[in-house]
């Protein structure tokens, strides 16, 4: 495994809820990742925020880890989850909570 | 060829689709980090097709992705992906 990867996968195996974003959780700079942040939230989930921004090296590199060529990347206990189309779909229909909870997730909707 | 024309191309011939539609939603993101002057930089795209039957949305917009991988290198910054099967496009569409 490369350096990248293996920095990525400290960061998943540590937080149970992993967001690769762009800009910080409280200074989204793009809408996508604003949106993403604003679901989690919204239930009230804790989460880590990376910046991609911060570091041109994963900004790749998380794109080739997850096999996934956009930011946000959504990663809960290990596991991808989606960018923002899925987090939004999956939040509207529910799904998003069950996920979080039969994962041992607090979800506290504000 | 513009870049939606491109992407239309590339989906229906490899996919069975039932209905497709793209957006350019790139107006909406003028001057931001990868917009292009002259557009075509953000696209909203919904894909109605049944060979996303018995696949999670993870592998429905890999399979997308992967199709218009040439274009998210390059011209395309943003594709926002609605991904269904004629099923779920009918309870989508229904009034509830």
């Not at chain 1, 690769?20 to 989930?45: D, T």
């Not at chain 1, 090296?57 to 946000?72: A, C």
């Not at chain 2, 229906?12 to 930089?41: K, M």
Request: with cysteine.
């Amino acid at each position: 495994m490369s350096e990248i990867a293996t920095q990525i996968k400290d960061e998943i195996d540590q937080s149970d809820v992993v967001l690769f974003m762009k800009g910080s959780p409280v200074m989204p700079q793009c809408g996508f990742s604003a949106m993403v942040v604003q679901v989690l939230s919204h239930l009230g989930i804790k989460f880590k925020g990376i910046d991609v921004l911060q570091d041109a090296e994963l900004r790749q590199g998380i794109k080739d880890f997850s096999n996934w060529p956009t930011i946000p990347q959504l990663y809960v206990k290990g596991e991808f989850v989606g960018g923002c189309d899925i987090v939004r779909e999956m939040f509207e229909s529910g799904e998003l909570m069950e996920l979080m909870s039969s994962r041992g997730i607090d979800v506290r909707p504000q | 060829m513009s870049v939606a024309a491109r992407i239309r191309a590339k989906l229906e011939a490899a996919l069975p689709i039932e209905r497709l539609e793209i957006v350019d939603e790139s107006h909406l993101h003028a001057g931001h980090a990868g917009a292009r002057p002259e557009g075509e930089s953000h696209f909203r795209l919904t894909i109605v097709s049944d060979t996303f039957a018995g696949k999670s949305r993870v592998e429905r917009q890999r399979l997308v992705y992967d199709l218009l991988a040439e274009e998210l290198a390059s011209d395309v910054h943003a594709l926002a992906l609605s991904t269904r099967t004629r099923d779920e496009d009918e309870t989508t569409r229904s009034p509830s």
